[in-house]
């Protein structure tokens, strides 16, 4: 049976350990293979990348999810006019 202070030991150990954790994905073709630079690497010789796609009723009004707030880089395809607008 393990006690609580080794309990808490575990816990302690593995929060220390999680620090040192770098985390690295790769979808495709050949997923061992990664560049050490990137955080996300796509892959492929016959697919694309798929935005989401909405329909916005103009470009100045955000009107994705209502708790959100717009993000400077986030793309989005807008159906309405088959523009990608830019959150600057």
Known sequence: MITSTKKIAL???????????QAQV??????????KGSILELESANKGLLFPRVSLTNTTTW???????PVAGMISINLTSGQMPQKS
């Open 11 to 21: 816990i302690c150990l593995l929060v220390a350990f999680a620090q040192f954790v």
């Open 26 to 35: 790769k979808v495709g073709d050949n997923p061992t293979e990664i560049n």
């Open 63 to 69: 009107s994705l999810a209502a708790s959100s707030t």
